[in-house]
């Protein structure tokens, strides 16, 4: 009986386990992806990426420094529903003029796309020099 019942439950964490990547192959092809992006996922390898780290879209993520915003392309719409992309991006304060575009560069791609990236949340990773 207990061998039946760890079946089930394995069974139960494969069938979790495909719908989740399931939805991670649909964000990959999804329209919000840019085509530049698209193409460097051949040396990027985001499907695998993520599920080596075991990606769920129940869980809460940090991106640390998302520059031009490749995997929040990916990690936004897969987290939205259920989970949570937090994007550490450079401080919109920063002494650095770099630091300063970069920042605004990455919140108008989101500010331009509220349907897929309203549910980013914020923050600031700049370690010192």
């Given at each position: 009986m207990k061998q039946l019942?760890?079946?089930?439950?394995?069974a139960a964490g494969f069938s979790n386990a495909a719908v989740a990547n399931d939805a991670l192959k649909a964000v990959l092809v999804?329209?919000?992806?840019?085509?530049a992006n698209v193409a460097r996922d051949a040396a990027r390898h985001p499907y695998e990426t993520l599920s080596f780290f075991g990606i769920h879209p129940k869980m809460t993520v940090v991106e640390l420094a998302p520059g031009g915003g490749w995997y929040t392309e990916i990690l936004a719409p897969?987290?939205?529903k259920d989970g949570k992309l937090i994007a550490a991006a450079n401080d919109p304060a920063s002494a650095s003029a770099y630091s300063?575009?970069?920042f605004a560069n990455f919140k108008q791609k989101l500010d331009a796309s509220p349907s897929i990236y309203d549910q980013v949340a914020l923050g600031v990773f700049e370690p010192p020099a």
């Open positions: 019942i760890l079946a089930i439950a394995i999804g329209a919000q992806r840019s085509p897969y987290l939205r300063r575009k970069s």
